[in-house]
């Protein structure tokens, strides 16, 4: 896959995206929008338009709200429930991009090595190494960082959604205890563990003069 290629391919799924999200995050689904903003930014601080982190922070919404909140009454979240918004219209070639934005990947990484415009990155819930080919996002990527993202697969490889969280390097101790947790109870819901990194990423943003393993801890008494 060639960079101009893999760059036409990520603006596919970005421009679809916003369509689904024109109906489902527009002014019929209103309310729905204030109550998933209401859970996702819980305890984040006031969201400023004129921060340097407000486009950011709206991107890591959607692609949450997007791909695994789901629809209160509908039990799927936007992405499953896009083919039953008559208003959409989809075109033919529409539909394999809505079926391979199903089978996207949702996790926790860390960089690997940055190989001419390939990204090798390794799973860190699932252990497996990934190589996202000819990615027009390169650059920001540290060994040491824990970060979270959403990939799709396409063509043999896999392409990043917006909306990265990058953790902090001293939290990367307490993530992985967390998701060694998590591999040992099947009960529990990793996305849920990733809503929660999120937030406590805000929180570290919020509270820059609290150490980080006062934030990034099961014991945090942080509003």
């Avoid at 390794?122 to 960082?145: C, H, M, N, Q, T």
Wanted: hydrophobic fraction near 40%.
């Amino acid at each position: 896959m060639s960079e101009f290629n893999a760059i036409a391919v990520s603006k596919q799924y970005v421009t679809l995206i916003d369509k689904v999200l024109s109906h489902y995050a527009g002014e019929a689904f209103k309310d729905e929008v204030q109550a998933a903003k209401a859970e996702f930014f819980d305890n984040a601080g006031i969201l400023d338009e004129k921060a340097n982190n407000f486009e950011l922070r709206m991107s890591q919404f959607f692609n949450w709200y997007f791909f695994t909140r789901e629809l209160r009454g509908y039990a799927q979240t936007p992405l499953e429930a896009a083919l039953m918004a008559r208003e959409l219209r989809f075109n033919p070639e529409d539909l394999p991009l809505i079926e391979q934005m199903k089978l996207h990947r949702h996790s926790l990484f860390e960089f690997i090595k940055l190989k001419d415009n390939d990204v090798h990155i390794r799973d860190l819930l699932k252990g497996d190494k990934l190589i996202v080919r000819s990615s027009p996002w390169i650059y920001g990527f540290d060994a040491d960082e824990v970060f979270e993202v959403r990939l799709i697969p396409v063509a043999g490889t896999w392409i990043f959604t917006r909306g990265f969280c990058f953790h902090p390097i001293d939290a990367r101790k307490y993530i992985l205890n967390e998701i060694k947790r998590h591999k040992k109870d099947p009960d529990l819901n990793p996305e849920d563990m990733m809503l929660k990194l999120i937030k406590m990423r805000y929180k570290s943003e919020r509270y820059r003069h609290v150490k980080i393993d006062l934030i990034y801890s099961n014991e945090s008494k942080l509003g």
